[in-house]
């Protein structure tokens, strides 16, 4: 599995941006797709995460009613609308894909970066004030 997050920038405060994750052709139904996040000497965080073959999502609760994550089969491609952007929102976001646990919970699995075994390079958000 190979993905490619790309769509990040430099943003005021309050505005939107999408992100967007491409994912190879060899992907299955179960795969779970995940967004992640890491800032200056913070650790990476679960942002948020959706499974391929169903529209259950998990969010974080630190951007929980601001982003969105949502998938495009046809183009084998999930996004990440993110609204009212912050400054704290700042970070590196990378997506990550996770083939072995299709039966662990999102709420369970989705923080977890540990369960995902393959990831993109990522892509920079800045939110300036």
């Known amino acids: ?3 490619q997050a790309s769509g990040g920038g430099s943003v005021q405060s309050g505005e939107s941006l999408r992100i967007s994750c491409s994912v190879s052709r060899d992907i299955r139904p179960w ?3 995940a967004w992640f996040r890491q800032a200056p000497g ?3 965080e679960g942002v948020s995460c959706m499974r391929l073959s169903d529209t259950y999502t998990y969010t974080t609760d630190s951007v929980k009613g601001r982003f969105t994550i949502a ?8 996004y990440l609308q993110m609204t009212d952007l912050k400054p704290e929102d700042t970070a590196v976001y990378y997506c990550a894909a996770d083939t072995d646990n299709e039966r662990v919970n999102l709420t369970i699995l989705c923080p977890n970066l540990h369960l995902f075994g393959h990831w993109g390079q ?5 939110v300036s004030s």
Do not use: M, S
């Open 31 to 33: 795969y779970t797709i």
């Open 1 to 3: 599995v190979q993905l």
């Open 71 to 78: 998938k495009d089969n046809a183009k084998n491609t999930v």
């Open 122 to 126: 990522g892509t920079k958000v800045t």
């Open 42 to 44: 913070k650790e990476r």
